[in-house]
């Protein structure tokens, strides 16, 4: 039964297949490049997979994104759209994301850009910022398996934390907010927007000139959901009215971010390469096997991509 993995490039396969071996032994474990028949497939785990080849395996039955998102599977029209298609569901991946998000903030609320800059600059730039955690308001839009965790580890460093999703939430410390009837009053109270939204119809292009208004005046923002939830021009015409103190982004439309893009030099912005949360490979290989066997037991695996909510 081949499963073909294809993420982390050959030099990954060493570890998926010991790991694999460990967790799902009857697994005949191959890299997507090796020529195996294509009809002998059963299960991909795949990033990124180039458009066309998912449908050329005919006797795929289940897909695994090696991510939490699945948007590089789906922008594929002709990715089969019969099969289970699962997403990466891990405590090691929230914890990840967590620790990002809290770096996120941290860094906007001490003006980390500042400091880096001056430091590069040989400046001793002694400088005080005015609010502390306690005094401060952070908002995470998007209250799934990591946003949740990141609402959870802000409001443990002291940060006023609520969060805005589809349906209402109750996490200890946490203001829940729900629905595009309570998205204005969301950000009204939000001095730290935190994006963790996946990419769908809904959620491309939500944070605009008209949201970012919204945002009381110096609110910051970080992005760790994808590129498209925010319309650059806007962001960077936002911090440079001053309405915006400042932005981390990990995510972008294109990557690599082009080399001629303004983000790359803008003063406020600091960029980080899409590392918020890729998960260890044990704990993802561990997943995959428990999503394996969940679907050959007949059970709905954990983790399944709804195609009618889009994530
Ligand atoms: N930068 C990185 O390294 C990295 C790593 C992993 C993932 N990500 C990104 O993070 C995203 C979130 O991952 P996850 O595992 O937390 O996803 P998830 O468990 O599917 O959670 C998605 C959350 O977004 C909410 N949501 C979706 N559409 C919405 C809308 N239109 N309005 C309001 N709320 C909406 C959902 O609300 P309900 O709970 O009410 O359904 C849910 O709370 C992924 O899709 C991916 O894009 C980035």
């Not at 570890?15 to 005949?28: I, K, N, R, T």
Request: charged share 20%; hydrophobic share 40%.
């Amino acid at each position: 039964m081949i499963l073909l993995v294809k993420t982390g490039g050959p030099e990954a396969m060493p570890e998926w297949q010991s790991l694999l071996a460990e967790f799902a032994p009857h697994l005949d474990v191959r890299h997507w490049d090796d020529p195996v028949p294509p009809e002998d497939v059963r299960y991909a785990f795949v990033w990124q997979p180039e458009p066309g080849r998912l449908a050329q395996l005919p006797n795929l039955r289940l897909i695994s994104s090696s991510a939490a998102g699945v948007d590089h599977i789906t922008s594929d029209p002709t990715y089969p759209k019969h099969l289970p298609l699962v997403r990466m569901l891990t405590d090691d991946q929230a914890q990840r994301m967590g620790e990002y998000v809290c770096l996120g903030a941290l860094s906007l609320l001490r003006d980390m850009k500042r400091i880096v800059t001056s430091q590069a600059a040989g400046k001793w730039d002694g400088f005080v910022t005015e609010r502390s955690a306690l005094h401060t308001r952070a908002g995470v839009m998007g209250m799934g398996n990591l946003g949740t965790r990141a609402a959870q580890m802000l409001s443990r460093l002291g940060f006023q934390t609520a969060g805005w999703s589809t349906s209402r939430k109750s996490v200890d410390g946490v203001e829940s907010f729900a629905g595009p009837e309570e998205m204005a009053g969301f950000l009204a109270r939000t001095d730290i927007l935190v994006c963790l939204l996946p990419d769908t119809p809904a959620t491309r292009g939500l944070i605009c000139a008209e949201t970012i208004a919204l945002l009381p005046k110096g609110a910051g923002i970080v992005n760790a959901g994808r590129g498209p939830q925010i319309l650059i021009p806007d962001l960077i015409a936002g911090l440079d009215s001053g309405h915006l103190c400042g932005a981390m982004l990990d995510v972008f439309d294109t990557e690599p971010l082009p080399a001629e893009s303004p983000i790359w030099t803008h003063p406020k912005i600091i960029v980080t390469p899409h590392i918020a949360s890729f998960g260890a490979k044990r704990e993802r290989a561990r997943h995959l096997a428990n999503v394996i066997a969940a679907f050959e037991a007949g059970e709905t695996p954990p983790g399944l991509y709804d195609p009618v909510r889009g994530y």
